[in-house]
């Protein structure tokens, strides 16, 4: 469905000035794939977005949409994709139900279709009711999934989704992504998508791409990203300073025999404020150790007062790729320049 090699864009800032957004970027998703793009802010993701819908130039590169040449047919790829862009695509003094049709219209549909398209996605979309309502009247995630209608109108293929839940509370982000998941099932859509919720990320997508100053620094699932360069966090509390030295080694064991793609494992100590010498380690398949753990302190005579292990999360993995948190973000240069 998307296949871009080399994609690049840079933009002139004052005379002399120039911001490289996004550098030599490949991306391939294939039909009906759900991928996700992360990145903090600053990295490409906006850039790149607009590059793949026709709505930017590349500097240098190619991009093809469903076979489509994005720069020399970028009416054909229209046809097969919807954009829904990060902020309201709806005239707010419109009424809701009018820019839907609208839209239809612009793709070619005839209005009678264009208002059968619209009566069908606003009661697919828990927006009937709503037709005759200003785009202002509606509440931040009825606007948002007015948005994704729109994006819908001429049924594409492809629906491209430009952090589409920024600024809704919970109950409304898990609402639209219900909405979205049921009509990709039913359709069987691609879906390529750009957030700031990790959570969204790691339960939408199949595939994950993270983006760090315009170059793709990860691509893979969820699982394997987090498998391949975080490792679970395994906390064990024991009763003496001693036993923890014990524990420490058989762990430095494990960790030293860890992949060489396994994310920086590592053991180290502190103390609870009871006193209790706790060791943690980072290791892949740490939730599956656990009964070996047990195993072996009992063989050496190490009492374990409690274990615990948390999952990592694509935070992590950012972390350990970077140095630095994806939630942090970055300097916001791709939306200056742009």
Known sequence: ???????????????????????????????????????????????TMRMLT????????????????????????????????????????QRAADELVCQGVTFGMSRAAARGRAAELMGGLDLAGKERAKVSELSGGQRRRLDVAMGLMH???????????????????????????????????????????????????????????????????????????????MTVTTTTPEQADRLMRHLQGWAAGEPDAAARPEVCRSVRPDGSPVVHATLSHGSQRVTELVRVADADGIQIQDVQVRRPTLDDVFLNLTGRSLRAGDAPTEENAA
């Not at 720069?71 to 790829?77: C, L, Y």
């Open 155 to 233: 049924a594409p293929e492809l629906l491209v989704l430009d952090e589409p839940s920024t600024g809704l509370d919970p109950h409304n982000r898990a609402n639209l992504w219900e909405h979205i998941r049921a009509l990709r099932e039913q359709r069987r859509m691609t879906l390529l998508l750009t957030t700031h919720y990790l959570d969204e990320a790691d339960a939408m997508a199949e595939r994950v791409v993270i983006v760090d100053h315009g170059q793709v620094i990860a691509d893979d699932s969820p699982e394997r990203l987090k498998s391949l360069h975080a490792g679970d966090r």
């Open 54 to 93: 026709t709505l930017l130039t590349p500097t240098a590169g190619s991009v093809r949409v469903a076979g489509f040449d994005v720069a020399r047919e970028p009416q054909q790829v229209r046809h097969w994709l919807g954009y829904v862009g990060q902020g309201n695509g709806a005239g707010h003094g």
């Open 1 to 47: 469905m998307i296949e871009a090699r080399g994609l690049t864009k840079d933009f002139v800032v004052g005379r002399t000035g120039k911001v490289h957004a996004v550098r030599a970027v490949d991306l391939h998703v294939d039909r009906g794939e759900t991928v996700a793009i992360l990145g903090p802010n600053g990295a490409g993701k906006t850039t």
